[in-house]
């Protein structure tokens, strides 16, 4: 007599195929309609996993990242060995500078998966941001060991070196980045700031316009461009730099800084 297997669970599989519509409407760029198929899979199945995480994610590239941590933050309760939903947590919360929460989440994941290239330099960015300079480094090294072409590990180890006074070796670090993806912009605005440090005004400006060329609205590149005109005295083009910075970060006190300043060396109280 033949052994029987059940079949699929019917309520898993119709789970499945309403994830897969929400999915299919965000491809095809039907936002509002996405988010309530998203919002209704997690409604009706809370614990879904895929649901919770993939939701959370578009979230996050939504800009709603209070919503995205939540949902993230339910989808590692249901299976908390998940590394790609735990990295994404991380990611969310660095997003929100919330970054001693994300170095914990990063750690908790390297210590289930020591080697992952992609965590230990998402741990490099947050340890950065914290002020924790020479293990950010430590950290890159060890995601270049297991891939010596990934890109953000020499961008987080150049940013560290910047800190550290050390710019030749900041600079080594993001020519090197460039050289593997010449299109990425945060390589070339890192590359900006070390000219700029280095007061290499020409070499600067020239890469915080590729920067810009590639992403126009890198608020980091347009600061970077008003501290230079405004060192060189150009103020009115240095205002316009600090006010395209503005314009895209409102909270960016950097640039109000900046156009603080140059109102005070122009004597406009």
């Not at 033949?2 to 699929?8: A, D, E, Q, V």
């Not at 919503?67 to 299976?79: E, G, M, R, S, Y």
């Not at 950065?128 to 890159?140: F, K, L, P, T």
Request: aromatic content about 10%; hydrophobic content about 40%.
């Amino acid at each position: 007599m033949s052994k029987k297997y059940p079949g699929p669970d019917p309520k898993q599989s119709q789970a499945f195929r309403e994830l897969e519509n929400a999915v299919a409407l965000e491809r095809f760029g039907k936002i509002d309609q996405a988010d309530s198929a998203y919002a209704n899979v997690v409604r009706k199945y809370h614990d879904y996993f895929d649901a919770l995480h993939i939701y959370g994610l578009f979230k996050f590239k939504s800009g709603q990242l209070q919503a995205a941590v939540k949902l993230i933050d339910k989808a590692t309760k249901v299976n908390p060995r998940s590394v790609n939903a735990l990295n994404s947590l991380g990611v969310v919360y660095a997003s929100l500078n919330r970054h001693k929460e994300a170095i914990s989440i990063f750690h908790k994941i390297l210590d289930l998966d020591e080697h992952n290239v992609l965590v230990l330099s998402n741990l490099a960015n947050s340890l950065n941001q914290v002020g924790r300079h020479q293990e950010a480094i430590d950290s890159c090294d060890k995601a270049l060991g297991r891939n010596p072409l990934h890109v953000d590990a020499y961008i987080s180890r150049g940013a560290a070196f910047i800190k550290l006074g050390r710019l030749d070796v900041a600079l080594h670090n993001y020519q090197k980045a460039i050289s593997i993806k010449p299109s990425n912009e945060t390589a070339w605005l890192g590359l900006g700031n070390v000219f700029y440090s280095l007061k290499r005004y020409d070499e600067a400006s020239a890469a915080y316009d590729k920067a810009r060329a590639l992403k126009p609205d890198l608020t980091g590149a347009w600061l970077g461009l008003g501290n230079l005109l405004s060192d060189l005295k150009r103020y009115g083009e240095a205002l316009a730099a600090y006010d395209s910075a503005v314009s895209i970060k409102r909270d960016l006190a950097e640039a109000w800084l900046g156009r603080g300043n140059i109102f005070t060396v122009l004597e406009r109280y």
